[in-house]
Nanobody, 125 residues
Framework: EVQLVESGGGLVQAGGSLRLSCATSGFTFDDYQVGWFRQVPGKERVGFVCMNNDDGSAHYADSVKGRFTISSDKAKNTVYLQMNNLKPEDTAVYYC??????????????????WGQGTQVTVSS
């Protein structure tokens, strides 16, 4: 029932920008949190932002703070991730995930219930 579909990944040069989209369906948008995660081969999936869908409040990891911005279009049930000043270290498969909204933010993958298929972001130097 719950579905998330990422899009917008691609190849970009260091210092460039990219915007990812996460189209969601099958749940009441405002009752959930959405997080963005990234994963490189051989590494654990790492969360770097978590947003409360109802008011757009969010918490960012230091690795992306000031460069990445999460937002949403409630009419479309779509979450966006604007990525600026991209670095080669940002290269990864990017995933969006969702869970029922709780009083705290979390970057732990196991606390999220539903996942998109991922979209590749490659930053060249």
């Amino acid at each position: 029932e719950v579905q998330l579909v990422e899009s917008g990944g691609g190849l970009v040069q260091a210092g460039g920008s990219l915007r990812l989209s996460c189209a969601t369906s099958g749940f009441t948008f405002d009752d959930y949190q959405v997080g963005w995660f990234r994963q490189v081969p051989g590494k654990e999936r790492v969360g770097f932002v978590c947003m409360n869908n109802d008011d757009g409040s969010a918490h960012y990891a230091d690795s992306v703070k000031g460069r990445f911005t999460i937002s949403s279009d409630k009419a479309k049930n779509t979450v966006y991730l604007q990525m600026n000043n991209l670095k080669p270290e940002d290269t990864a498969v990017y995933y969006c995930a969702t869970r029922v909204r709780t009083y705290y933010y979390t970057f732990f993958a196991h606390e999220y219930d539903y996942w998109g298929q991922g979209t590749q972001v490659t930053v060249s130097s």
